[in-house]
């Protein structure tokens, strides 16, 4: 069993609100990775997309890329057009030599929308075509070698545990998920629960912590996806209220090998990405080693 450690980009430059973080360097990002210890690094809006600039630039700091988020709009075009759209992104993820290809629906999410309420959250009609259409993508992805990762995400369509049992219900095997913990929780579905269930469908970690209060003021309130964000409603593990000791024994359970990745959106003037980062590391790395998952803290 390996397990690596990997970090998002988004906690120093937040690609869906430039004022987080965008006048860093993206030479300050990827120094900070690497002194706070992690191998490998998502890909974030400011990364070349040439493989062999990305190979280079990455590769002067020891790190790998873990792989990127795409976004798919299989509700409004089939999977012939959505393979057709992401073959640049899948030829550079496959160059870098990822595992993972990682995607979330969202052609009818509300997430990037300040304008819209989180509370009022989208919603498939036809959940049989929307299946077949990410198992069709899925399939292609996995003839190319990669690891087909769902993203379930807040104010997506795949938010809620009623969501999440439709798109099993509906999908094949081909179609793997990310579990993020943070994206889990407040959407109400158990990280653990969801790991034990369906091993065989654990193809990334999102390693991120939540304030649970944030998030309930920001329904109650009617604000939107990114003004939960910028009240702090993620944070990094260890300074929120997920057990991950809980997840690190489950991740064990199944056998999981792969990456593991601190994903915590905040405004980096109001928290230190530095600082969160080596706290929500030290935090995955001593809960793992007393899970057996990994052997020692290191």
Same mark, same amino acid.
């Given at each position: ?14 690609? *869906? ?60 075009? *089939? ?46 009609? *036809? ?127 199944? *056998? ?43």
């Amino acid at each position: 069993m390996t397990i690596r450690w990997g970090v998002s980009p988004i906690a120093w430059i937040n690609d *869906d609100m430039p004022e987080l973080g965008g006048d860093t360097p993206l030479e300050v990002l990827l120094g900070d990775c690497r002194d706070i210890g992690f191998a490998g690094v998502e890909l974030g809006g400011k990364f070349p997309r040439r493989p062999e600039e990305l190979r280079g630039l990455l590769g002067s700091y020891g790190l790998d890329l873990v792989g990127g988020w795409y976004s798919t709009h299989l509700l409004v075009r *089939d999977a012939d057009a959505e393979i057709e759209s992401m073959a640049d992104h899948l030829s550079l993820i496959e160059a870098m030599g990822c595992e993972v290809f990682i995607a979330a629906e969202c052609s009818n999410a509300v997430h990037g929308n300040r304008a819209h309420p989180l509370a009022h959250k989208p919603r498939v009609d *036809d959940w049989a075509r929307f299946g077949a259409r990410m198992t069709a993508l899925a399939d292609h992805v996995r003839a190319r070698g990669l690891r087909f990762a769902y993203h379930y995400h807040l104010g997506t369509c795949v938010e809620t545990p009623e969501d999440l049992a439709r798109f099993v219900a509906h999908t094949g095997e081909s179609v793997g998920f990310v579990v993020d913990t943070g994206h889990a929780v407040l959407g109400g579905i158990d990280p653990v629960d969801l790991l034990l269930a369906h091993p065989g469908r654990v193809a990334h970690v999102h390693a991120k912590d939540i304030r649970r209060a944030v998030h309930a003021r920001v329904l109650a309130e009617g604000h939107s996806f990114l003004d939960g964000v910028l009240a702090g409603m993620f944070t990094a593990p260890g300074d929120g209220s997920i057990d991950f000791g809980a997840v690190m024994r489950a991740l064990k359970a199944i *056998d999981y090998s792969g990456w593991i990745v601190i994903e915590a959106e905040q405004d980096p003037a109001l928290a230190d990405p530095r600082e969160y980062s080596r706290l929500g590391l030290a935090t995955l790395k001593r809960e793992a080693a007393v899970a057996g998952l990994v052997r020692e803290v290191v």
